[in-house]
C-alpha cells in the first residue's frame, strides 16, 4: 500500500499519525501572513561602531602603557649600566650624569653643585627598579 503524499502545506505528524499545526510556534497555512525577519541593520552598525570605538580606546591605552614601560626600562638599562660605587638605597634620590668620556654614571651631587650633562633624576624603588623624578 503506497501512502498518501500530503500537499507542503499540510503539516503533518508521520510519528504519530496526527495533524499537528495548531502546535507549531509559527503560521502553517497559506494563508498566514509572511515570516519576515526584522532588520537589525542599523542596529549591527550602531554596535559595530561603539565595540570597534571600545577597542580602539583599549589598543590606546595599552599602547601608552608599552611606551612607559619601555622608557622606564631604557631609564633602567642605563642606570644600571651606568658606573657607581656604592650601593644605593630605597627610596633615597640620585642623580644621572654624561662624563667627558660620554660614559654615564649615578651620583649624590645634585645637578645645580654639578657640570656635567644632567640625564635625569632617580629613586630607587622597593622592587629595585628605577623611578623617573
Not at 5 to 17: G, H, I, L, N, R
Not at 26 to 42: C, E, Q, R, Y
Not at 56 to 79: G, S, V
Not at 116 to 125: R, V
Request: hydrophobic share 35%.
Amino acid at each position: 500500500m503506497e501512502k498518501e503524499k500530503k500537499p507542503d502545506y499540510v503539516v503533518f505528524d508521520e510519528a504519530s499519525q496526527t495533524y499537528n499545526a495548531k502546535l507549531m510556534p509559527f503560521a502553517t497555512g497559506l494563508a498566514a501572513p509572511k515570516i519576515v525577519p526584522p532588520d537589525v541593520t542599523s542596529w549591527k552598525n550602531t554596535n559595530i561602531i561603539s565595540a570597534n570605538n571600545q577597542f580602539k580606546a583599549r589598543h590606546e591605552a595599552m599602547q601608552k602603557e608599552y611606551q612607559q614601560m619601555m622608557e622606564e626600562f631604557e631609564y633602567n638599562n642605563l642606570i644600571y649600566n651606568a658606573k657607581f660605587s656604592f650601593e644605593p638605597i630605597v627610596g633615597k634620590t640620585y642623580h644621572l650624569y654624561r662624563s667627558k668620556d660620554e660614559s654615564a654614571f649615578l651620583s649624590l651631587i645634585a645637578p645645580q653643585e654639578c657640570t656635567f650633562e644632567h640625564l635625569g633624576t632617580f629613586a630607587l624603588g622597593p622592587d629595585k627598579t628605577w623611578e623617573k623624578l
